[in-house]
């Protein structure tokens, strides 16, 4: 149960798929639970940036991405510290991120300059998905249906949702 103790205007949450940890994106900068929301403490920001979607990848080490107004940040030590990007990825405004339920796979959406990327490394290294079909590129939103996760959904503010099924990345 989320329990707020202040107005705070929230962008975007993320909880761990085992509950150990939950993160707010506010107004104020990020903010983290590990009480499934009756605390909250403040921790660092990935950079200046707006930060439109977060995602927590459960397992050793855990794994946390921000997708930002100024790229795609990847923490390893639960926020502590960010680094921005990894190998294949635009610096950008990315704006979706969704992983699968075992957290083995993990895409992200690029609206600037468009694109979907897959990461088959917990985000280490990236490929640019095939997007045929799409009516346009530039995804604002991403989501995967724990019953078929090879299959992604993929929605843009000029298009609609799209299913992608067999999300693979381009020969």
């Excluded at 990327?117 to 079909?133: F, H, I, K």
């Excluded at 939103?141 to 299959?151: E, K, T, Y």
């Amino acid at each position: 149960m989320l329990v707020t103790t202040s107005t705070l205007k929230i962008l975007t949450i993320a909880l761990s798929p085992l509950g150990e940890i939950s993160l707010a994106a506010t107004g104020l900068g990020l903010q983290v639970s590990r009480d499934e929301g009756r605390t909250w403490t403040g921790i660092p920001s990935p950079g200046l940036a707006r930060v439109n979607s977060l995602a927590v990848v459960s397992g050793a080490p855990r794994v946390i991405f921000a997708a930002t107004s100024r790229g795609l940040y990847r923490s390893s030590d639960d926020a502590s510290s960010w680094s921005l990007g990894a190998h294949g990825l635009p610096d950008s405004d990315f704006t979706g991120i969704a992983v699968s339920p075992r957290g083995d796979v993990i895409f992200v959406s690029d609206f600037a300059w468009g694109g979907v990327y897959r990461s088959d490394n917990r985000g280490l290294s990236w490929s640019r998905l095939r997007d045929e079909g799409l009516v346009t590129d530039r995804v604002w939103a991403l989501g995967i249906d724990a019953r078929a996760p090879d299959d992604l959904l993929a929605a843009s503010g000029a298009g609609g949702l799209h299913l992608l099924t067999r999300a693979a990345p381009q020969p």
